[in-house]
């Protein structure tokens, strides 16, 4: 993970929005970036490629980041609400500066709550034991192709295509 290429594609209001968090949370900066290559090294053994596309692959992927950043965080501050209140503005600010298309960016932040709810539900858990409620979750994934569907599946991760 190049965090400079990374940074050269963001705007500079997502820049400034990016210091301005870092800045209140610093301490769980370390652990989000660990998090980060955590979530990706296990989707890319898990399911390949295919957690870069809109499939259910995908959707593990954003629901499995939020657990594991709230997760890590854990180690900085006994505070859920701290937590969460951090990894939802850290991911929300992810989804804003990195555009995608509409439908796409509102699965991205349903999966991502998805993940926060379930690290809330299962925090005394093992990281190997809420991995395969996750891969669970991921077969029962459900397709969506409007917005509207969101509301009826609020327990339930979404993806927008099936796999290849």
Same mark, same amino acid.
Not at 61 to 81: D, G, Q, V
Not at 150 to 158: A, D, E, M, T
């Given at each position: 993970?190049?965090?400079? /290429?990374?940074?050269? =594609? !963001?705007? #500079?209001?997502?820049? $400034?929005?990016l210091?301005?968090?870092? !800045?209140?949370?610093?301490?769980? #900066? $370390?652990?989000?970036?660990?998090?980060?290559?955590?979530?990706?090294?296990?989707?890319t053994q898990?399911?390949g *490629? /295919?957690?870069?596309?809109? &499939?259910?692959a995908?959707?593990? =992927?954003? /629901?499995?980041? %939020?657990?594991?950043?709230?997760r890590?965080? *854990?180690?900085?501050?006994?505070?859920?609400?701290?937590?969460?209140? $951090?990894?939802?503005?850290? &991911?929300?600010?992810?989804? %804003?500066a990195?555009?995608?298309?509409?439908?796409?960016?509102?699965m991205?932040?349903?999966n991502?709550?998805?993940g =926060?709810?379930v690290?809330?539900?299962?925090?005394?858990?093992?990281?190997?034991?809420?991995l395969? !409620?996750f891969?669970e979750?991921?077969?029962?994934? !459900?397709?969506?192709?409007?917005?509207?569907?969101?509301?009826?599946?609020? %327990?339930?991760?979404?993806?927008? &295509?099936?796999?290849?």
């Amino acid at each position: 993970m190049n965090v400079i /290429a990374i940074i050269k =594609r !963001i705007d #500079l209001a997502s820049f $400034w929005m990016l210091l301005r968090l870092c !800045i209140k949370h610093p301490l769980f #900066l $370390w652990p989000t970036f660990k998090a980060t290559k955590v979530c990706l090294q296990v989707s890319t053994q898990h399911f390949g *490629t /295919a957690h870069y596309q809109n &499939t259910p692959a995908n959707a593990f =992927r954003h /629901a499995y980041w %939020n657990y594991l950043i709230a997760r890590k965080c *854990t180690k900085w501050s006994e505070s859920n609400k701290k937590i969460m209140n $951090w990894t939802s503005a850290i &991911t929300d600010w992810h989804e %804003n500066a990195f555009k995608n298309r509409p439908l796409a960016r509102l699965m991205d932040l349903h999966n991502n709550k998805i993940g =926060r709810t379930v690290f809330l539900n299962n925090s005394k858990q093992s990281t190997e034991k809420v991995l395969l !409620i996750f891969l669970e979750m991921t077969k029962d994934s !459900i397709k969506i192709s409007k917005e509207e569907e969101l509301p009826k599946n609020i %327990n339930n991760l979404v993806h927008i &295509t099936d796999y290849q």
